[in-house]
């Protein structure tokens, strides 16, 4: 099994490329969903978040309030770096997981990490893939998400720029364009990945 690590800033595309890899038949995890899991109430992670930022954070049902605290963490970096030292712990042990348990498979299995730079987590991978794009690519697709231009410019300032995670990469893959483009990228990096 050929492991894959796919990151790249947000909004750059990295769960399309991922939907792209699934098309293919390469398995793909996604770090997300699994801090998603691990945030869900009763959780040791969520006891832990509810504890350090507060009832504030939590919905009338009892969920997290992942918007409010997204806008909390992404305008403080002690908090950022707070919840980040609860979840990505518990998210590396799941994807870790999750690979062993592809063991012994043909083929290649990804796993999209956003911060995989940032967290410490580059290392053992066969190769690393970077998506990216331009500044105002994301700027925009963030604001189509939602986010005022205030929040979508700290949002992109709180992470490592793209340009210093592409150098770190095996493989860069650039979505400024098409859907179309981005498959023919994605497909051709993955091809050459998996023929190693």
Known sequence: M???A???GIACGKTTVGLLFEEDGVAVCDADDLARAAMTQGTDVYERVRSEFGENVVCRGGELNRE???ALVFADEAAREKLNSIVHPVVRSAWENWLG???GMTGGAAVIVPLLFEAGFSYGWDAVICVTCSEDVQLERLQQRGLSSDEAVGRVA???PNAEKQKMSDFVIVNNGTKGLLKRQA????GRILEK
């Open 6 to 8: 796919v990151t790249g």
């Open 187 to 190: 497909l051709k990096v993955l």
């Open 101 to 103: 348990e592809r063991r």
């Open 68 to 70: 409010l605290l997204g």
């Open 158 to 160: 709180a992470q490592l």
């Open 2 to 4: 050929i492991k894959i």
